[in-house]
């Protein structure tokens, strides 16, 4: 078995993704060979620099569309909502090694310089936003909230090797070419912010940690003591919101 065959098994695709179907008005559509996914843009100037939301799971672009967006213009920066496979109105499958795939057309779908660039990252979403981290290493920042360090835990706890029909070595060495959030932060010198809240009863808080540790340029780690995994904003919406303007301020 390939490393897309893998990561696109369906046990993966059922297991750990749980698309949701969309209404959003106007999608920013971003074609990506055999699908159509339904993205969401909001621009503020042409020339301003651009933040890439992924959303987490059980999640659509549509969750994000008021609040988030606005307040990611109202700091002076447009703002791309990457939508997956399967998910609102996108066409497709929800499909690890595909939604992976899509991380590079969702980028360029822009044609902006990697440096006007970063990248924010939601528990799934930081997944993808890393391998955005890889693809553009010129961008100038990434951002992670309840993000997942250890991919291959996490998938573990959900399937198991012999059920894919490899060994546990096998999926190791396929997660470890292509989910190394290790490798990806340590080797990307833009900026760092990590949000995480102590109370993550989905993704423990050693997550976070271990993603600020592996920063190799200017970072900053922010342990929230209220909230959940899904109340981290809305429990710290002031501190949360001034943190996020307060970074791309400092990049702008």
């Given at each position: 078995m390939n490393d897309n065959d893998l990561l696109n098994h369906h046990l993966i695709s059922g297991r750990c993704f749980f698309p949701l179907l969309g209404e959003i008005e106007h999608p920013?559509?971003?074609d990506c060979g055999d699908v159509q996914l339904a993205c969401s843009y909001h621009e503020v100037d042409p020339a301003a620099k651009t933040l890439i939301h992924?959303?987490?799971n059980g999640e659509i672009v549509d969750d994000w569309v008021d609040n988030f967006a606005a307040m990611i213009n109202t700091a002076g920066w447009n703002c791309l909502l990457a939508e997956y496979r399967c998910y609102g109105r996108s066409t497709g499958r929800a499909q690890l090694g595909r939604?992976?795939?899509d991380v590079g057309p969702i980028v360029r779908s822009l044609k902006r310089q990697e440096q006007s660039?970063?990248?924010f990252g939601r528990s799934i979403g930081s997944i993808f936003a890393l391998e955005a981290a890889r693809l553009f290493p010129q961008a100038a920042g990434v951002i992670l909230?309840?993000?997942i360090a250890d991919v291959l835990e996490r998938?573990?706890?959900r399937t198991r090797p012999d059920e894919?029909?490899?060994s546990r070595e096998e999926f190791e060495s396929v997660v470890g070419r292509h989910l190394n959030q290790r490798r990806k932060l340590e080797a990307f010198q833009g900026a760092l912010l990590v949000l995480h809240t102590l109370n993550d009863g989905l993704i423990d808080v050693s997550h976070a940690q271990r993603l600020y540790d592996w920063g190799k340029a200017k970072k900053e780690l922010k342990i929230f003591e209220r909230g959940n995994h899904n109340t981290i904003s809305a429990a710290n919406a002031e501190q949360y919101y001034f943190l996020v303007r307060r970074f791309l301020e400092g990049l702008s």
């Amino acid at each position: 078995m390939n490393d897309n065959d893998l990561l696109n098994h369906h046990l993966i695709s059922g297991r750990c993704f749980f698309p949701l179907l969309g209404e959003i008005e106007h999608p920013f559509w971003v074609d990506c060979g055999d699908v159509q996914l339904a993205c969401s843009y909001h621009e503020v100037d042409p020339a301003a620099k651009t933040l890439i939301h992924f959303h987490g799971n059980g999640e659509i672009v549509d969750d994000w569309v008021d609040n988030f967006a606005a307040m990611i213009n109202t700091a002076g920066w447009n703002c791309l909502l990457a939508e997956y496979r399967c998910y609102g109105r996108s066409t497709g499958r929800a499909q690890l090694g595909r939604i992976l795939e899509d991380v590079g057309p969702i980028v360029r779908s822009l044609k902006r310089q990697e440096q006007s660039l970063v990248f924010f990252g939601r528990s799934i979403g930081s997944i993808f936003a890393l391998e955005a981290a890889r693809l553009f290493p010129q961008a100038a920042g990434v951002i992670l909230e309840s993000a997942i360090a250890d991919v291959l835990e996490r998938l573990l706890l959900r399937t198991r090797p012999d059920e894919l029909g490899v060994s546990r070595e096998e999926f190791e060495s396929v997660v470890g070419r292509h989910l190394n959030q290790r490798r990806k932060l340590e080797a990307f010198q833009g900026a760092l912010l990590v949000l995480h809240t102590l109370n993550d009863g989905l993704i423990d808080v050693s997550h976070a940690q271990r993603l600020y540790d592996w920063g190799k340029a200017k970072k900053e780690l922010k342990i929230f003591e209220r909230g959940n995994h899904n109340t981290i904003s809305a429990a710290n919406a002031e501190q949360y919101y001034f943190l996020v303007r307060r970074f791309l301020e400092g990049l702008s």
